[in-house]
């Protein structure tokens, strides 16, 4: 029973830890609407502006379909 909750908790720890990693930086191009991770090759050769991820949201970037493909929603149009 004891053990149980052991691991219980370590998952818990496990995705704290994970959630907290998610608190990154994007980038964003000029004329793009589109937010992405460091190593996207889309940015690869393009000026970019790094800002927080929340802050892009907020901005109403959308998640690039290349490098946070799990993190696009499904749009309903
Ligand atoms: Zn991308």
């Known amino acids: 029973m ?3 909750f052991a691991m219980m908790a ?4 496990f995705l704290t830890a994970s959630t907290a990693a998610f608190a990154d930086n ?3 191009t000029a004329k793009g609407n589109k937010y992405h991770k460091a190593d ?3 940015i690869k050769n393009k000026q970019t502006v790094e800002m927080d991820k929340q802050k892009a949201i907020q901005q109403g970037y959308k998640p690039c379909k ?3 493909k799990d993190e ?6």
Do not use: D, G, I
């Open 66 to 68: 290349k490098c946070s």
């Open 2 to 4: 004891f053990k149980r």
């Open 40 to 42: 996207c090759r889309l």
């Open 72 to 77: 696009v929603q499904p749009e309903n149009k």
């Open 26 to 28: 994007v980038y964003v």
């Open 10 to 13: 370590l998952l818990l720890a």
